[in-house]
């Protein structure tokens, strides 16, 4: 992830939420807000919660979310700040490799934040 920045605390996730654009798949729901600054770098943020599962299965969705990401990160604009939250109504057996690589397409589909080809 070498044009990409974790988002660690609490006041950049407000930020994000209050400003961003939400947007929902199936499983990934995702807030995306574009960076005022002139900066080639993204800033992510993953949030799964406690009451889905235990620790174990929230950090194997996020290492599945952080991973699909890696993989689409050449195809995606920088300038931007991205949360991805694990629907909270699925359970975790769902979050499988290609469910979320799925969800998170679509999700910059719909953002218009891929690269043009």
């Known amino acids: 992830m070498k044009n990409t920045k974790m988002l660690k605390k609490n006041y950049e996730f407000k930020k994000v939420f209050l ?7 199936e499983f990934i729901e995702a807030f995306i807000v574009k960076t005022n600054k002139k900066e080639n770098i993204n800033r992510i943020g993953i949030a799964v919660s406690k009451k889905n599962s235990n620790s174990v ?13 890696r993989l689409q990160e050449e195809k995606i604009k920088t300038g ?13 057996q769902y979050a499988t490799f290609l ?7 679509e999700i910059f589909k719909k953002a218009n934040i891929f690269l043009e080809a």
């Open 19 to 25: 400003k961003g654009k939400y947007y929902r798949g």
């Open 57 to 69: 299965k929230r950090n194997k969705i996020k290492r599945l979310i952080k991973e699909n990401y």
């Open 80 to 92: 931007y700040n991205i949360i991805f939250l694990w629907n909270k109504k699925k359970e975790p």
């Open 99 to 105: 469910n979320i690589k799925k969800d998170i397409e």
